[in-house]
């Protein structure tokens, strides 16, 4: 059984936004920081943004920040990437991802889903 599962990747226009959604157990959830990520084609997996345990605390990768927002709802162990202004070097298959932490570090986070394909179209 996989932890957790994305939804809400899509095909969209430049300037268009998307939400996704990630929907985990109450184990991969409860006292998590929530994080995305994303993988472009040929390229490493980078750090997208984060979301704390506690009060909701979150960080950015720097080329999202006022575009992208991330939030949680701990009662229905689902976190959300609320994505605006979407441009076409965002495209990417984004992950959701649970860990102790607050970190952009991958390899700190223990659950991962299986991903969701986002695709923005100039």
């Known amino acids: 059984q996989v932890p957790l599962v994305e939804s809400g990747g899509g095909l969209v226009q430049a300037g268009d936004s998307l939400r996704l959604s990630c929907a985990g157990s109450?184990?991969?959830?409860?006292?998590?920081?929530m994080g995305w990520f994303r993988q472009a084609p040929g390229e490493e997996r980078e750090f997208v943004a984060a979301?704390?345990?506690?009060?909701?605390?979150?960080v950015y990768k720097d080329s999202v920040k006022g575009r992208f927002t991330i939030s949680r709802d701990n009662a229905n162990n689902t976190v959300y990437l609320q994505m605006n202004s979407l441009k076409p070097e965002d495209t990417a298959v984004y992950y959701c991802?649970?860990?102790?932490?607050?970190?952009?570090?991958?390899?700190?986070?223990?659950?991962w889903g299986l991903g969701t394909q986002v695709t923005v179209s100039s």
């Open positions: 109450g184990g991969t959830f409860s006292r998590h920081t």
């Open positions: 979301i704390g345990w506690i009060a909701g605390t979150t």
């Open positions: 991802a649970a860990g102790a932490i607050l970190t952009g570090m991958k390899s700190l986070y223990d659950y």
